[in-house]
């Protein structure tokens, strides 16, 4: 079983960073691939970055060029850290393990709010 805990959420100021962590636990997140994604007060959820086994980067257009997603093997965790935060960046942010085993499943962090104040 996979597990995955997000911290590093709450109040940023527009123009600030942040800097989200993911504690993985049940599989080394050296060999899966692993995302952050988050959804938005009315929205749904929609990804934000993608690290996969390699450690090719993708990143959606709201956050590219802001935005780094990277891991630490060593303390299987996943980080995304984002700078020029908006408030447009509002929302509960969630980690993912993708398509780990067979069948192939992904698996979902708890989340961690992020808002940014103006």
């Known amino acids: 079983q996979v597990q995955l805990v997000e911290s590093g959420g709450g109040l940023v100021q527009a123009g600030g960073s942040l800097r989200l962590s993911c504690r993985v636990s049940g599989r080394s997140v050296s060999r899966i691939g692993m995302g952050w994604y988050r959804q938005a007060p009315g929205k749904e959820r929609a990804l934000v970055a993608i690290i996969d086994a390699a450690n090719n980067t993708y990143y959606t257009d709201p956050v590219k060029g802001r935005a780094t997603i990277s891991r630490e093997n060593a303390r299987n965790e996943l980080y995304l850290e984002m700078n020029s935060v908006n408030t447009e960046d509002t929302a509960m942010y969630y980690c993912?393990?993708?398509?780990?085993?067979?069948?192939?499943?992904?698996?979902w962090g708890q989340g961690t709010q992020v808002t940014v104040s103006s």
């Open positions: 993912s393990a993708l398509r780990v085993g067979v069948p192939p499943v992904d698996y």
